[in-house]
């Protein structure tokens, strides 16, 4: 290796200076013909590293650092991307697994109707990803519209497979758990939903004596009896059932309302769809967004109004996995 106090160090060696270490600290690609996701991404941020060592006179050392800062923001945005669902019985080439990838689309709706069993099931670790996004915004150098849209899409899918999930807890969870029982799976916790709100409100002559007779009935044998601490307990508890009778009641009937903030986060993530973004369009549904009560990272603002600076119609994205919109919904 050389560096600026060697005659021969200059942009040439430079850019061999970063292939080397590429080389040497990145996992080897799957083939010797083929470049990762990982691999692409680091080339090309490899490029602005050697510009801006060379831009300040920077050594061998200098750029070594420059390197190792880029790898650990990517390396950062793998971890807080890696899926955290259940993953036990899927085939290996559904489980991001693989230390080549760095970020790979998921489909919401497919997680929003299968819950834990979506291969494209992800709870965002949010510390790792804004970790990674604050390091990055602090090295102007080193901004690329790829790892830009990376952290937004990482960040809005997790945001709207999280709003999905509280979603079905919150609307179809029952008082058995039907989440916890089906995975978070939409049409069977609905199905066990209706199967509970059915018996519980049903008219028969058992619904009556078992939600109605026998609970009051035990409340009453219980002050009668001057088990007043028992009493207490169980009138506390069937006050909380009849609330939750209500409550369910009138959830449901509202049921259309309570998607309204899934389907406007669903909304902005469908506008980062690759390979282009519009910067000023994003920036409206993020704004939509906010009107549902829904709170975004400000990471995610600061990145869209950057993009915005940059071409205020125009964000292209370059991965080595490309999932188009187009692409996902033809699964369907």
Known sequence: ?????????????????????????????????????????????????????????????????????????LFNLQTGARPHGDVRGKATSEVDSDALMVWRRRDVRDVLELGLNSRDYYFIRNEPILHAAEAYRNLPWMRHPTIDWIIVDAIITGETILCGERLKKALYDGASGNYAATKGNLEEMKRRSRDESARANARSPASIVWYGVLPLGMIVAAFDFRYFILGIILSEFYALFLIWRRTRHRIISDEPSWYEPWVALRDV?????????????????????????????QTVHAIVDDRLRADPTMWVVDLGDKRTLDQIEAQH
């Open 1 to 73: 290796m050389h560096d600026k106090e060697n005659p021969e160090w200059g942009p040439e060696a430079a850019r061999w200076y970063a292939l080397e270490w590429i080389n040497q600290n990145l996992p080897a690609p799957s083939s010797p013909l083929t470049a990762s996701q990982l691999h692409e991404l680091m080339y090309e941020l490899a490029i602005l590293a050697v510009d801006e060592t060379l831009r300040t006179n920077g050594d061998a050392r200098a750029l070594a650092a420059n390197l190792d800062a880029a790898n650990k923001i």
């Open 269 to 297: 993530w469908r506008l980062l769809a690759p390979p282009t973004v519009n910067p000023a369009t994003l920036k409206e549904a993020l704004a939509s967004v906010a009107k549902k009560g829904v709170v975004v990272a």
